[in-house]
């Protein structure tokens, strides 16, 4: 098993964990710290968080496109 099996197997839990944390270090930063903080410092992580919902709505197989297999759609 080379490793692009491996990482197609586990990079998408590494990619969710890793989101996870940063997703989690940032509510954190922001819920504990005293000072107010600007609506401008919230929009990474409204953004990140949207992005991972919609990247969640897609499933895979309608994602694997290639533009040199032939499609429906051409009429040679």
Do not use: Q, T
């Amino acid at each position: 098993m080379d490793f692009s099996e491996l990482w197609a197997i586990f990079g998408p839990g590494v990619a969710g964990a890793v989101f996870g944390a940063g997703w989690w270090f940032w509510v954190d930063a922001v819920v504990c710290s005293s000072i107010k903080i600007s609506f401008l410092h919230y929009l990474p992580g409204i953004f990140a968080s949207l992005a991972a919902l919609m990247f969640n709505c897609v499933r895979k197989e309608d994602i694997d496109y290639s533009p040199y297999d032939e499609g429906e759609w051409r009429y040679e």
